[in-house]
């Protein structure tokens, strides 16, 4: 049984967040301050996070960084910011999900198992969509038996489209999960050009794509050709 620990001071939310995951079978753990998060997070094995961003004892974004630079356990952000900035700021910090108050309950209830399907994928090491399948450990992309010859740019691109398959995820969320270690800033006219060259790769009609779908003032979405 997956846990899911939930940091929110607001009664009525926890009470519903948490009916419909007990429903699915979930254990839930709702605490409502920082301190008794950390350490619920001490005493059980955690398998994702509901974070609240304003908490009576402290800055939620604050938490977040601290977890993150511990564990990668999934964090999926609630917060009544609906600003731009606010949600990268969040992505930033390392949350894996951002969604802003009010929100439908089964909006967050297929995010948090789409979340949950990527970390088992990732311990397989390998994500398969389709006709194509990613191996994590070589870095490699296959189209059935065949290997498509991808950039380090390209594999992380299409990692992270692949993970959030059926997903739409904006240009802001890419761009921030793009930013690697060494600090190597990917800008928006690198992201269309990748896009672009996997397209070229991927796609039968390059200008009529079927397997990365352009969604129009918003960003892109992964469908596999399906």
């Not at 997070?41 to 398998?47: A, C, P, Q, S, T």
């Not at 200008?207 to 990365?212: A, D, E, Q, V």
Request: hydrophobic share 40%; glycine share 8%; aromatic share 6%.
């Amino acid at each position: 049984m997956k846990s899911i620990l939930i940091l929110e001071d607001d009664e009525s939310l926890i009470r519903g967040i948490s009916f419909i995951f007990e429903k699915d079978g979930y254990n839930v753990i709702s605490v409502g301050t920082i301190e008794d998060g950390k350490r619920m997070l001490k005493g059980h094995k955690i398998d994702l996070i509901i974070l609240d961003l304003g908490l009576p004892d402290g800055n939620g974004m604050d938490l977040c960084k601290e977890i993150r630079a511990n564990s990668n356990v999934p964090i999926i952000m609630l917060t009544a910011c609906d600003l731009e900035t606010d949600e990268v700021s969040g992505l930033m910090a390392g949350a894996d999900d951002y969604i802003t108050k009010p929100f439908s309950l089964s909006i967050l209830r297929a995010r948090v198992e789409a979340l949950l399907r990527r970390m088992d994928t990732e311990r397989n090491n390998i994500i398969v969509s389709g006709k194509y399948r990613l191996d994590l450990n070589l870095c490699k992309l296959y189209q059935e038996d065949e290997e498509i010859p991808i950039s380090s740019t390209e594999y992380r691109l299409l990692n992270l489209l692949m993970i959030n398959a059926g997903q739409v995820l904006s240009k802001e969320q890419i761009l921030a999960s793009l930013w690697d270690n060494e600090g190597n800033f990917v800008d928006e006219n690198t992201l269309a050009v990748n896009i672009s060259r996997l397209r070229a790769k991927l796609e039968n009609n390059p200008r009529n794509p079927k397997t990365i779908k352009t969604i129009h003032g918003i960003g892109y979405i992964w469908t596999g050709g399906v």
